[in-house]
DNA sequence: CTTACGGCCTGGGTGC
DNA sequence: TGCACCCAGGCCGTAA
């Protein structure tokens, strides 16, 4: 599942190749994931890809339209699950589940796949709220400890889903949220309001460390993802508890568990990341 | 506003 | 061989 280190391996890997090239045309599939397919085939063909960048999960192609009016927009594509964007031949055996075609003025081609279609692609245009990214939290490779800290401190909900909220923090995903757990000790059902200083503080560390190990191995790659490249990342091999239920705990030695958490499958270890007491029963 | 939760989208993998 | 079921990430609606 592509998240943040997944992400940034594609973002890293388009731009080697794609900025200074042209959208000579673009051949859509199903298109039930694109906001508006029709001004996809309108604005693209003749745009130049300028920058790639990312934005949390999101990537986003900067584009500069050919036909004189100057107007510079971003394609921006959120690989949802399963979602894959790869540069190939154009002659090259097409994947099942691929819905969408970029021709580039060298002869390359970019394409979009995606199984499960949770993806999302559509038009942005440059003004900053707008676009609705400008209402996700900081990235954690660039907040700072104080500023992470006061993102969390005051917050009665449990960890794990703070962890995940985009709006708090951007491009964590649950690969990560457990990775992260596992490393800074700490329970997944813990509130946030309820971490101590040292923990708030390990668990920065924890999300730095991981994320950024993660992306010199350029991703973890469970089941779909592929880098740009259509090759797969590394990171998975150093997992320490996510899809590891049952298996040795690589710090204590005790089985690690899955358990849901806000609704998501959580994998820990039950004597690394000591439970809360149980909270007394809303009502 | 914040938190918690259920449902929905889709189709590959699993188990009977 | 078939088929019901589970599950994934993000988002949305609802309720407290």
Known sequence: MPELPEVETIARGLRTTLPGRKILSVRLGKTDFIDDPVAIE?????????????HG????????SSNGTARNFSLLVHLGMTGRLVTC????????HTHVFFALDDGRELRYTDVRRFGRMGIVTEEPQKNGLGSLGLDPLEA???QFVALLKDRRARIKALLLDQHVLRGIGNIYADESLWRARIHPMRLGAMLSADELHRLYRAVREVLNEAIRLRGSSIADYVDSEGNLGGFQRRHRVYQ???KKCFR???LIRRTIVDGRSSHLCPRCQSAPRARRKAR
Do not use: N, Y
């Open 252 to 254: 204590c030695g005790t």
């Open 144 to 146: 700072s400890e104080s």
């Open 244 to 246: 590891r239920t049952g």
């Open 42 to 54: 309108r604005e693209i063909p003749g745009a130049r890809i300028v920058a790639v960048r990312r």
């Open 57 to 64: 999960k999101f990537l986003l192609l900067d584009l500069e």
């Open 89 to 96: 031949d154009p002659q090259a055996p097409v994947p099942p």
